[in-house]
């Protein structure tokens, strides 16, 4: 079975700060950052090395579908709605964050979950 994760942006920020943002491109098949997150990271410092992943093209940048009202309904931030929306618009992804309130509403829709601890065990 191949693995498809949706980044959300803790995770490939954490991972980018300690120079493990390749983990998660040599670890799963086919990865995507949401735009929404995407717009989260490239508001960070010029330094960050996840924004500057995202400038180098590294890291592949989806469009997400609207998000049901029923995920709208969670309130969560812009990036968790827009990194479950994918997952739950493509069955099969599987949504990379660590923010509890959405874990819990990943759960909720029956969406796998992978953190960033999972990330570093898996390596």
Do not use: H
């Amino acid at each position: 079975m191949s693995e498809r994760w949706v980044l959300n942006a803790s995770p490939l920020i954490v991972l980018a700060r300690v120079g493990l943002e390749n983990l998660f491109l040599s670890l799963a098949d086919q990865v995507v950052v949401p735009r929404a997150v995407a717009a989260e990271i490239e508001a960070g410092p010029p330094e960050d090395r996840a924004r500057q992943a995202l400038a180098a093209g590294r890291f592949p940048i989806a469009d997400t579908p609207v998000p049901a009202e029923e995920l709208l309904a969670w309130d969560l931030g812009s990036g968790e709605t827009a990194v479950l929306s994918l997952a739950l618009s493509e069955p099969g992804w599987v949504a990379v964050l660590d923010d509890a309130a959405a874990r819990k509403c990943a759960l909720a829709f029956s969406v796998a979950v992978k953190g960033t601890l999972a990330i570093v065990m898996l390596a």
